[in-house]
Nanobody, 121 residues
């Protein structure tokens, strides 16, 4: 059974940085496309960033140039470095994995339980 566990969330001020981590177990990490999504209060879950097994990356326009996704296949972990955080980035951040399909879509196969990120103004 594939399990994803996020960590690294917290309460920060606008302009600060955070790094989220997602550790994957129970599967073959290096074949997965890994994605980060978020859900803000009262809003639908939205795509943030993804990294394919070949290293190709994609970002939502709202985070491009501020966030960086990366993966470490030796550690079965994907990261999301978040810089210049804004109050609008406040959300629960979810890690997800899929073997195939459109990397920006929300229909990933496996999901973590999420980690809260709160950015105060």
């Amino acid at each position: 059974q594939v399990q994803l566990v996020e960590s690294g969330g917290g309460l920060v001020q606008a302009g600060d940085s955070l790094r989220l981590s997602c550790a994957v177990s129970g599967g073959t990490f290096n074949i997965y496309t890994m994605g980060w999504f978020r859900r803000a209060p009262g809003k639908a879950r939205e795509f943030v960033a993804a990294v394919a097994r070949d290293g190709f990356t994609a970002y939502a326009d709202s985070v491009k140039d501020r966030f960086t996704i990366s993966r470490d296949n030796d550690k079965n972990t994907v990261y999301l470095q978040m810089n210049s955080l804004k109050p609008d980035d406040t959300a629960v951040y979810y890690c997800a994995a899929r073997r195939s399909g459109y990397m920006r879509a929300t229909n990933y196969e496996y999901w973590g339980h999420g980690t809260q990120v709160t950015v105060s103004s």
